[in-house]
């Protein structure tokens, strides 16, 4: 699976959109991008995924260039709840592959 | 979304006894689990996975003999810590996929393990 790159930590105000950005230069044709978050002793929550057209769900919208090298997850109006590690991870779509969990970025949303 | 139900949440327990988790998947068929561990400020780092009826496949570095898994159902998972010892102390989550094109991986609320 392609390695992904993302910013060990980012601050963001509360209220304000928190854009977590991702490289994933080495993404093949048939690797999807996938975004989930872990808050503080808790599983990873599925946030959204991906192929190339951007994509947007009640929690976030994907932003996928279209040399698909690089993505960033936007979250719109962020709060208090969002403060977490969130992890950019690129994934075969074939068959039921695991998730390569790189360092992730760990957002603050500061109020 | 699907439900991916573990437990224990948390066990404490004496070195060289055996603590058992278990992962179900509550709404859907799980044909296959992913196994997890996390050491504090680390990332999820995979140790095995399993395909409901057949012997899980385990990562590089990760003991089978220690850790035991059976996914025995559709619907339920368990790993076993043998013989667990102070160093074994993490936290164990699960993940399950009922497998197809483009489907979404959901995780457990995983489990901490504390070993004395």
């Known amino acids: 699976d392609a390695k992904t790159t993302q910013p060990p930590s980012m601050d963001c105000a509360e209220g304000r959109a928190a854009n977590l950005p991702c490289n994933h230069s080495t993404i093949s044709g048939n690797e999807y991008v996938y975004w989930y978050r872990q808050i503080h002793s808790q599983g990873p929550q599925y946030i959204i995924h991906g192929l190339k057209n951007n994509e947007t769900n009640e929690m976030a919208s994907l932003i996928i260039t279209e040399d698909r090298k690089s993505s960033t997850l936007i979250l719109p109006h962020a709060t208090l709840r969002d403060t977490a590690v969130y992890y950019c991870?690129?994934?075969?779509?074939?068959?039921?592959?695991?998730?390569?969990f790189g360092q992730g970025t760990r957002l603050t949303i500061n109020p | 979304g699907a439900v991916v139900s573990q437990h224990p949440s948390w066990v404490i327990c004496k070195s060289g006894t055996s603590v058992k988790i278990e992962c179900r998947s509550l709404?859907?068929?799980?044909?296959?689990m992913f196994w997890y561990r996390q050491f504090p400020k680390q990332s999820l780092m995979l140790m095995a996975t399993?395909?409901?009826?057949?012997?899980?496949?385990?990562e590089q570095g990760v003991e089978k003999d220690k850790f035991l898994i059976n996914h025995a159902s559709l619907t339920l998972s368990t790993l076993t810590v043998t013989s667990a010892h102070p160093e074994d102390s993490s936290f164990y989550i699960c993940?399950?996929?009922?497998?197809?094109?483009?489907?979404?991986?959901?995780f457990g609320s995983g489990t901490q393990l504390s070993v004395l």
């Open positions: 709404d859907f068929q799980a044909t296959t």
């Open positions: 399993s395909n409901e009826g057949s012997k899980a496949t385990y």
């Open positions: 991870i690129v994934r075969r779509i074939q068959g039921a592959q695991k998730l390569v």
């Open positions: 993940s399950s996929t009922s497998g197809g094109a483009n489907e979404k991986l959901f």
